[in-house]
């Protein structure tokens, strides 16, 4: 920090699930870590975040709206980042919003077949238009409105009529891998994600009942969905073709994007996700469905990964093309880490920017 600029007691707002650790929880504590590392005091302040059932949003909403964050232990709290539904909600003067996402089913996700919640509940259309009006007000309040994608921003602007800026940054195993060498590519394609309906392991497991060629499948994460992802495994006997590693350590998960063939990823509409930047830096081709949002703001069918259509057969066809083009898939690589490079800015820059 030069003379010129003034150390900032900064609160990071974010409401956490205890006992889970996501892409948002990471984004939190990497921000967090940023601030600090720029000079300026930084505290993560958070509520124990419980959605369901719908009366519970509203509980949650009134928290974070009565929260005082002007000063803690008699000094002034110079500015608030919020990250996601309901911390923006916060009342400060010098409030800046970086959006992770709003909360998803009260908007895109209302009335999906798959994957809604609130409009389900006989209170749900009442509290969704208690988190409509919030939104407005609470949004309205920042200073200025970043989001994590281009996807987030999109939505916003279609929903509540809200621009914003989309803020890109790299997550902690981003910047590992891009120190680390990457080594000779193995048999299987990885697909890193938390074990849930809407990130659609389901798919990428049938797909592999359909592959031509020897390779194979590593999946890592923990979750609500493991049981049922292994009870499909096992009923397509393919047991030695997948494997469900569970949650794994950094160091088990940078080897095995090091080592992989390339990278799967799969969920429906995501927001940003850390895996399409984590195999760029690793060097490994992307394979997207065309409808995951976020990873399509990086990954180019055929420049630098594979975009398929949300079905079996198609995911089975791409994995085959990078188990039997090593070359193509090594070239694919290559662009993707190029793309990260030029893309995706470095903390320094992202600090910059949230506080200027």
């Known amino acids: 920090m030069s003379g010129s600029e003034r150390s900032l007691r900064i609160a990071v707002c974010h409401p956490h699930t205890p006992f889970t650790r996501g892409g948002a929880e990471m984004h939190t504590d990497s921000l967090a870590r940023a601030l600090r590392d720029a000079g300026h005091e930084t505290e993560i302040v958070s509520i124990p975040w419980k959605w369901y059932p719908p009366s519970e949003l509203v509980h949650q909403m009134g928290l974070w709206r009565?929260?005082?964050?002007?000063?803690?232990?008699?000094?002034?709290?110079?500015?608030?980042?919020?990250?996601?539904?309901?911390?923006?909600?916060?009342?400060?003067?010098?409030?800046?919003?970086?959006?992770?996402?709003?909360?998803?089913?009260?908007?895109?996700?209302?009335?999906?077949?798959?994957?809604?919640?609130?409009?389900?509940?006989?209170?749900?259309?009442?509290?969704?238009?208690?988190?409509?009006?919030?939104?407005?007000?609470?949004?309205?309040?920042?200073?200025?409105?970043?989001?994590?994608?281009?996807?987030?921003?999109?939505?916003?602007?279609?929903?509540?009529?809200?621009?914003?800026?989309?803020?890109?940054?790299?997550?902690?195993?981003?910047?590992?891998?891009?120190?680390?060498?990457?080594?000779?590519?193995?048999p299987y394609v990885l697909y890193p994600s938390r074990l849930e309906p809407i990130k659609r392991q389901r798919l990428v497991i049938e797909a592999m009942r359909m592959v031509r060629t020897p390779v194979r499948l590593v999946l890592v994460g923990g979750g609500f969905d493991e049981a049922a992802l292994r009870r499909q495994i096992a009923e397509a006997r393919l047991d030695d073709r997948v494997t469900l590693e569970g949650g794994v350590s950094d160091d088990r998960l940078s080897g095995l994007y090091r080592e992989a063939l390339g990278v799967y990823y799969g969920p429906f509409d995501e927001d940003f996700g850390y895996v399409t930047l984590e195999a760029m830096a690793a060097r490994r081709p992307l394979v997207v469905p065309r409808d995951s949002g976020g990873p399509l703001e990086f990954v180019r069918d055929g420049e630098s990964g594979i975009v398929v259509d949300a079905e079996p057969e198609a995911i089975a066809a791409s994995l085959d093309r990078l188990y039997g083009d090593r070359d193509e898939a090594a070239r694919m690589g290559e662009a993707g880490r190029a793309v990260l490079d030029r893309s995706v800015p470095q903390w320094p820059e992202v600090v910059s920017r949230l506080l200027s």
């Open 66 to 186: 009565s929260l005082d964050l002007s000063e803690a232990g008699g000094r002034s709290i110079d500015m608030v980042i919020a990250l996601r539904f309901p911390a923006y909600l916060v009342k400060h003067e010098r409030k800046v919003v970086w959006l992770i996402h709003q909360h998803r089913t009260a908007y895109e996700l209302w009335d999906h077949p798959q994957f809604a919640d609130l409009s389900r509940h006989e209170d749900g259309a009442v509290v969704r238009d208690m988190i409509w009006q919030a939104d407005r007000v609470g949004l309205g309040e920042a200073k200025r409105i970043f989001t994590n994608s281009g996807n987030v921003r999109d939505r916003l602007d279609a929903t509540l009529g809200i621009p914003a800026e989309p803020l890109y940054h790299r997550s902690q195993m981003t910047e590992r891998l891009l120190e680390e060498e990457s080594s000779p590519p193995g």
